[in-house]
């Protein structure tokens, strides 16, 4: 998904469709049922039964609405966490990286499962041990409330972005398949994804990804028989000398795609942020977070991480379909460009399936919309209620003033979401931008104060975010139309790479993660040297490192004192 770079709003002239009645009828019932499965699903999944059980986990009815009680078992943990990977913008990319790149290219559906792998590995324990409610709170717990807050900028702008592009990227597909405008279906998704998220929270978002993610297995493995049976696909599927580049020499397969020796690098960087950059995302630590326990937090991340997996084997199908298509000898006319591979998905299911299967599928890329557009805005939604808004500005507000006050903010950010989807032509080249600053700026410190808190201060952290934003800023961005002033080795100018920006091919992502950990280590053991060295700086400790220091031997002295006794 990271390499591929789509302009979801834009759809040719040749797609343009009236109203299928039909067809929106059948979105208008399937959207119906999300909605009020999505309501009731809070009294279901609120037993009464473990009323008393959830008391001891969560200490207010915010907590609760944020976390589910903390209650969520290994059936509907996997399928919720699974289902808030598996995107319309998950899907949707596959297929396009598959067309355009190969399967070499198509890094996101190894790159993930990977993630949730190590994220359950490495940090569901520890994080769920402590009882954290937000993926920033050992972030403020180390740092202060101000500075931890800080974090929140690139986790908003990436949760934010992500929503907006897969909105946008539904909106395209209702456009192909049923002839609704773009801005009507966008508002529409949203709205319903918004209105049971206000309800229920966390409680109604779970358990609507259960039927959200069945939808998007069965619908699209559903359409796929049908697609192979149309008289315009060739059979057997090939991989090399296919239909759509006939008129193109091929010394390789296209469906594997060709990883070229000067590209290595972009290919390492590009691995290495979706396996790593992965894991810092509010979504995901929501439900590792309202786990039942730590067993079930660290299993549904090992269980979800096959079932992403899985969950990219049809559309990865669907684009070796496409590449086997004739497409001249359908309704569509002509063979498809570059430009239209975006599309692979809802084109295969509007040419190559019957009207009746074409809704089916398209009911299962609305699902996955809705199934990843709830999670991204109740999880930055809660970041900013808990850990800016209460712990920064309002640190008295009322547990029954806060829920309201996160109805608000799911509100607001949901219409932010909608706004950028609708006007913004490049929204999932921002929100890849935006993947690369959590990876760059977040993931590190991440690391640093969930494994070694003793190994960073105020000092360290400051010192490596800021040089990490400097050199990432300094080494150019072709999405935000700018060259580097930073090129690294391999730098590939501006006239040799064929347009008008140029390009990165040496991992410099990678560089800057490490730097930032160099940096924060390297600076918090010099502040605390000079502290520790000349008590006369105290008084210039403006960031209080040195009573951060006094605050960890005192607890480490006690914990000494409690072994001893215990033995």
């Not at 090992?302 to 001249?328: E, K, Q, R, S």
């Not at 100018?493 to 390009?503: A, L």
């Amino acid at each position: 998904m990271a390499d591929v770079e789509v302009d979801p709003i834009d759809v040719p002239d040749k797609l343009e469709k009236k109203l299928n009645v039909v067809g929106m009828v059948g979105l208008i019932v399937f959207y119906l049922i999300i909605f009020f499965a999505g309501i009731l699903s809070h009294k279901v999944l609120r037993r009464k039964s473990r009323k008393d059980i959830r008391k001891t986990q969560v200490e207010n009815e915010t907590e609760d609405m944020m976390l589910a009680g903390r209650d969520i078992n290994y059936f509907v943990g996997v399928f919720t966490m699974t289902a808030t990977w598996v995107g319309g913008g998950y899907i949707n990319g596959t297929a396009e990286s598959v067309i355009k790149n190969g399967l070499v290219w198509t890094q996101a559906p190894i790159g993930y499962s990977i993630s949730l792998f190590l994220g359950g590995l490495f940090f569901a324990e520890k994080m769920r041990k402590r009882k954290f409610v937000t993926m920033l709170d050992p972030l403020q717990e180390k740092y202060g409330k101000p500075l931890g807050a800080l974090f929140y900028i690139p986790a908003f702008s990436g949760e934010i972005l992500w929503s907006a592009s897969i909105l946008a990227a539904l909106g395209t597909s209702l456009r192909v398949i049923c002839g609704i405008d773009d801005t009507t279906s966008i508002i529409a998704s949203a709205a319903i994804a918004m209105t049971y998220t206000l309800f229920g929270g966390l409680y109604s978002v779970a358990f609507t990804d259960v039927f959200q993610l069945i939808c998007i297995f069965f619908g699209l493995i559903f359409a796929i028989p049908f697609m192979v049976n149309n008289p315009n696909v060739e059979i057997p599927l090939r991989s090399s000398n296919l239909t759509m580049f006939m008129d193109q020499q091929q010394s390789y397969s296209r469906f594997i795609g060709k990883l070229e020796k000067e590209d290595a690098g972009v290919w390492v960087d590009q691995a290495t942020m979706l396996m790593l950059g992965g894991i810092p995302w509010q979504a995901y630590f929501q439900r590792v977070l309202s786990a039942r326990d730590v067993s079930v937090a660290k299993t549904l991340s090992f269980a979800a991480a096959p079932g992403c997996f899985a969950a990219a084997i049809p559309p990865v199908v669907i684009g070796l379909i496409a590449m086997n298509t004739d497409w001249p000898g359908t309704d569509y006319g002509e063979n498809l460009i570059p430009e239209d591979y975006k599309l692979a998905v809802p084109l295969t299911l509007l040419y190559l399936t019957p009207p009746a299967v074409a809704f089916i599928g398209l009911g299962a890329v609305s699902a996955a919309v809705m199934s990843s557009t709830d999670s991204s805005i109740l999880g930055v939604s809660t970041l900013f209620t808990r850990n800016v808004f209460v712990n920064v500005f309002y640190q008295k507000a009322t547990d029954k003033f806060t829920v309201w006050f996160l109805r608000g903010t799911v509100f607001v950010n949901t219409v932010i979401a909608m706004i950028i989807a609708i006007f913004v032509k490049t929204v999932y080249g921002l929100y890849l931008i935006c993947s690369d600053l959590v990876y760059i700026l977040l993931f590190p410190h991440l690391v640093m104060v969930v494994h070694f808190p003793k190994l960073t201060n105020k000092y360290g952290m400051i010192a490596g975010f800021s040089v990490a934003l400097i050199l990432r800023v300094l080494s150019g961005e072709p999405v935000l139309k700018y060259n580097a002033l930073l090129k690294f080795p391999g730098y590939v100018e501006p006239d040799q790479s064929g347009g008008s920006y140029g390009r990165q091919r040496f991992p410099f992502r990678n560089l800057i993660v490490i730097l930032n950990f160099l940096i924060t280590l390297s600076v918090t053991y010099l502040s605390k040297q000079l502290f520790a060295k000349y008590p006369d700086l105290q008084k210039y400790d403006i960031l209080e490192g040195a009573k951060d220091q006094k605050t960890e031997k005192r607890e480490s002295l006690q914990n000494e004192k409690e072994g001893e006794q215990f033995l």
